[in-house]
């Protein structure tokens, strides 16, 4: 069985200031996971994703997550905002062999100017 | 163009009528997905094909069907739509890498379904 939980429906920053979006994981085998991103109107599309390579996993548009299995946290950052990252963020976390994803329930990210 | 493609992107219908979402790819993926989004409820997984002549049913299949007519072909059917089928439909494709063991999801823009 496989579970995630987005702990923040909402999160709030200013331009300029560091992002965190928090993602806690349960897997009974070792977990794939993935941050994807949905933009206003739009489809989702992959931000990064952990596969057992490196704990800390780099993605596109300055974001990066760490995997930390003591914690079963897959947890979201970047050093600092912009206004085009105001949207919703999904964690996703993948069984190996099944490759059926659970998706947790979303964060919106809102940045003030 | 758009890798993974649906059609139409919105929809208004009324209830009991049976409606179709067509999702199309030019990726070359074998393997298929239909999600529903609700807000605060994230994306739930309807149905998702792994080949041409594989179907199977997600958490929460009860009052829709699928038909894989080609390996670029998914569509996904609502028999007799009710007011909470209300939502936001996508499509995803996958490829299964070998050596990695993940799948990355590619998704259509969505079809905004509405049921009155």
């Known amino acids: 069985a496989q579970s995630v939980t987005q702990l923040d429906s909402h999160v709030s920053v200013s331009e300029g200031t560091p992002v965190l979006l928090r993602c806690n994981y349960s897997?009974?085998?070792?977990?794939?996971l993935f941050w994807y991103v949905q933009h206003p109107n739009k489809g989702l599309q992959l931000l990064l994703k952990y596969t057992s390579a490196a704990t800390l996993v780099k993605g596109i548009n300055g974001f990066e997550a760490e995997f930390k299995k003591s914690e079963t946290s897959f947890h979201l950052t970047k050093p600092s905002a912009h206004m085009s990252d105001a949207a919703e963020y999904f964690c996703v976390v993948s069984v190996r062999g099944s490759y059926i994803p659970t998706f947790g329930r979303g964060t919106s990210l809102i940045v003030h100017p | 163009d758009a890798d993974v493609t649906q059609t139409p992107r919105n929809r208004i219908t009324k209830t009991g009528k049976r409606i179709m979402l067509e999702c199309s790819q030019t990726?070359?993926?074998?393997?298929m997905y239909w999600y529903r989004q609700d807000p605060g409820l994230g994306l739930r997984l309807i149905y998702y094909s792994f080949d041409v002549k594989d179907i199977n049913k997600g958490e929460i299949s009860d009052g829709y069907s699928v038909s894989r007519q080609a390996q670029a072909k998914f569509s996904l059917s609502l028999e007799s739509a009710i007011p909470n089928q209300t939502a936001l439909y996508f499509c995803?494709?996958?490829?299964?890498?070998?050596?990695?063991?993940?799948?990355?999801?590619?998704f259509g823009p969505g079809t905004r379904l509405t049921v009155l």
């Open positions: 995803a494709t996958s490829e299964l890498l070998a050596g990695d063991g993940t799948d990355t999801q590619y």
């Open positions: 990726k070359g993926h074998d393997r």
């Open positions: 897997s009974s085998y070792s977990p794939s």
